[in-house]
């Protein structure tokens, strides 16, 4: 096969990846991994290149096309090294939910892998927006959206590298549970259930026995403890995102106002103090 000065140009510097891939870092802090990378592509007069050409196509073309996917999703394949490719995947989150992305290739530890993530408009008419940009080098991706919606992952790699790849992609809720030893089948209602007078249940509600511990479900500090008419004895904690949790109904508090606590830590125990006086312990967890 003979090569065409460009190409041969193209293959000389995708060897060398710390020209392409880390121009000083100094100068283009605020920039992409990806936008970094193509910075070099630019310096090296490649961006006329045809296979430039098709790498950015590819790319667009993967936002466009991303299938739909459950999760968790896991999937392997190859990626060839001489033809532009960039794979995507679009999912839906919920807010309380962090988002977990892992991308290996097989063999090569040193190709830069370009990871993205992107947030779907509801208007059809608007372009994915990026919400978050792994660094160079990185073959990991994790966030937590600030809305319910569609995301959408994408990855490619630099010019000329592939391989085997193996990618994963998975959701876990941000805050831990909160019941000691509790599950899923203890809530006894949910955020938003009806109540009397057109009311709505502003938090959920999980049944266990009394005295269970109740858990700290995120780092954060205690902002308020004490004792009111609905919630009985209760515990607000701040966490380090600046969201409230609400603690009620508790047969008693074990933390004082201004205490640093990290998930799994005892704030209290399960009661059916306040209004809860007629029913089975349980915690109404909040916020």
């Given at each position: ?186 809530i006894g209602s949910w955020f938003g259930a009806p109540r009397d007078g057109g009311r709505q249940h502003h938090g959920v509600d999980i049944f266990a026995r009394r005295g269970t511990p109740v858990l700290a479900a995120t780092a954060g500090r205690v902002t308020r403890t004490g004792v ?60």
């Amino acid at each position: 096969m003979i090569l065409r000065p460009a190409l041969l140009t193209l293959l000389l510097l995708a060897g060398g990846c710390e020209t392409l891939g880390r121009i000083p870092g100094a100068l283009f802090d605020h920039r992409t991994a990806r936008e970094r990378y193509e910075t070099g592509l630019e310096l090296a007069r490649l961006t006329t290149t045809a296979l430039v050409r098709d790498w950015r196509a590819a790319a667009k073309r993967a936002l466009d096309e991303a299938p739909l996917i459950p999760t968790p999703h896991s999937e392997e394949g190859v990626l060839l090294a001489a033809e532009p490719q960039a794979l995507a995947w679009r999912f839906m989150v919920r807010q309380g939910q962090s988002v977990h992305f892992e991308f290996a290739l097989a063999g090569d530890s040193t190709a830069l892998v370009f990871l993205e993530a992107w947030r779907i408009s509801d208007d059809t008419l608007t372009p994915p927006q990026l919400e978050i940009s792994a660094d160079s080098g990185e073959r990991a991706l994790s966030f937590e959206p600030r809305r319910d919606g569609e995301y959408l992952i994408r990855v490619q790699t630099e010019l000329l590298r592939g391989g085997r790849f193996t990618a994963t992609l998975r959701l876990a809720p941000i805050l831990a549970f909160p019941v000691a030893n509790g599950r899923e089948r203890d809530i006894g209602s949910w955020f938003g259930a009806p109540r009397d007078g057109g009311r709505q249940h502003h938090g959920v509600d999980i049944f266990a026995r009394r005295g269970t511990p109740v858990l700290a479900a995120t780092a954060g500090r205690v902002t308020r403890t004490g004792v009111n008419n609905l919630g009985g004895n209760i515990v607000w904690l701040r966490d380090d995102r600046g969201y409230s949790l609400y603690y009620a109904h508790l047969d008693r508090s074990a933390v004082a106002e201004g205490t640093e606590v990290v998930a799994g830590d005892t704030v209290g125990f399960v009661g059916n103090t306040g209004n809860a006086k007629r029913t089975p312990p349980h915690l109404h967890c909040g916020g």
